[in-house]
């Protein structure tokens, strides 16, 4: 059963050198925003919100190196602009893929957040922070003084 608030395949994507692009053809397996130490250190960024796919509907152009970050998942990357792709387990025919790096990266919802025992306390809302549609308005600080 599709999950229904996602736009309809297929979903493509890929790195911001444009050296690597895929495409997906099928319903995801599931979004998840995961706020583990790992996906949070191999992404540098809070969390990593990635949705899966069934290995063979997933296709891609270019040549991405690949990272063992555990016993169990590769993690593969654009080896010229850096950008995070594709996470392959090894012991099931799935693969992920980071919802950021989608052409419409708010086509796929993620349905839960894992790992929230490792979440930075800042990355999981609700929050009182300002928001701002776009840029802030408001300038950065200057450094301080001597
Ligand atoms: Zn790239
Ligand atoms: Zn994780």
């Known amino acids: 059963m599709p999950y229904t608030r996602n736009a309809p395949p297929p979903y493509r994507g890929g790195c911001l050198c444009g050296a690597v692009r895929y ?5 995801t397996l599931g979004a998840r925003i995961c706020h583990c130490t790992t996906c949070r250190a191999a ?7 990635q949705a ?3 290995r063979r509907d997933l296709s891609w152009q ?4 690949r990272w063992r970050s555990s016993e169990r998942l590769y993690r593969h990357f654009c080896p010229r602009c850096g950008t995070r792709l594709f996470l ?11 919802l950021a790096t989608l052409d419409d990266p708010a086509a796929i919802r993620p349905e839960m957040h ?10 999981l809302g609700p929050d009182d922070l300002p928001r701002f549609a776009q ?3 408001l300038p950065y600080r200057s450094p301080a003084e001597g």
């Open 52 to 54: 899966q796919f069934a």
């Open 135 to 137: 840029a802030s308005p």
């Open 23 to 27: 495409c997906a053809t099928a319903p």
């Open 114 to 123: 894992v790992w929230t025992c490792e979440a930075l306390p800042w990355a």
């Open 88 to 98: 392959e387990p090894r012991d099931a025919p799935r693969i992920g893929i980071p």
């Open 62 to 65: 270019g040549t991405t190196a």
């Open 43 to 49: 992404t540098a960024a809070p969390f990593l919100a």
